[in-house]
C-alpha cells in the first residue's frame, strides 16, 4: 500500500523503469538480419510436462552471422525444440539433422525491414501507454491527497516532477526505438 506521494512517485518510477527494461528486451527479439542467440529467448519447450526456457534445455551458438545451432543436452529434446520454435511463429525454419538444429537468418528485404520498423514502432507505443497510465494513476493519487490535506503548491510540484519524469522516460524510449530502427535499416 502506497503511504505518501514519496513512494507513489517511487513506485512510478519503478513502474517506468520496467516499462523501458520490457521494450529493450522485446526489441531484442527482433532481428535485424543478423543471427543472434537472444531471437529465441522467449521460447518455451515442454521440458518433462513443464514448460521450460529453450537456454534452459539446449546450447544456443551462432556458427556464423546467418545461421543459429542449438544443441539440447538430451537427444530426445530435438523434436519438441523444433516444434516449440515453429509454435513460437517467428518466421524461422528449423532445421534438424538428429543432433543439432540449425536455423538460416534470410537477409532481410526492404519491404520486411519497414515491416520490422513498424513492430517497434508499435512496442514503443505501448511502453509510452504503460508511461501514461503510470502517471495517471500517480496524478490521480497526488490529487486524492491534496483533498485529503495536502498542501496544494506541494502537490502541483510534485504533479510537475511526474511529468518531468514521464517526459524523461518519452525521450528514453525514443531514443531505444531510433537506435533499433538504425540497426534494422542498415543494410
Given amino acids: 500500500m502506497v503511504q505518501n506521494i514519496e513512494d507513489a512517485i517511487n513506485e512510478g518510477k519503478d513502474s517506468f523503469e520496467k516499462a523501458l527494461d520490457r521494450l529493450k528486451e522485446e526489441l531484442l527479439k527482433i532481428r535485424a538480419g543478423k543471427a543472434m542467440p537472444s531471437m529465441l529467448n522467449g521460447i518455451k519447450v515442454d521440458y518433462y510436462d513443464m514448460p521450460t526456457p529453450l537456454a534452459q534445455v539446449a546450447n544456443i551458438s551462432t556458427p ?91 502537490g502541483k510540484k510534485k504533479e510537475g516532477q511526474v511529468d518531468a519524469m514521464v517526459k524523461d522516460y518519452t525521450v528514453k524510449i525514443e531514443a531505444v526505438l531510433e537506435a533499433k530502427e538504425k540497426d534494422i535499416m542498415k543494410v
Fill in 64 to 154: 556464423d552471422s546467418r545461421t543459429l545451432a542449438i544443441q539440447p543436452w538430451e537427444k530426445k529434446m530435438l523434436g519438441l525444440i523444433e516444434q516449440a520454435i515453429f509454435q513460437a511463429n517467428l518466421g524461422l525454419t528449423p532445421m534438424n539433422d538428429g543432433e543439432f538444429i540449425r536455423i538460416s537468418i534470410p537477409p532481410l528485404t526492404e519491404e520486411r525491414r519497414k515491416d520490422l520498423v513498424k513492430q517497434c514502432k508499435v512496442l514503443s507505443e505501448e511502453a509510452k501507454i504503460s508511461l501514461r497510465n503510470g502517471r495517471h494513476k500517480m496524478i490521480d493519487f497526488i490529487k486524492k491527497e491534496v483533498k485529503d490535506g495536502y498542501p496544494e503548491d506541494a
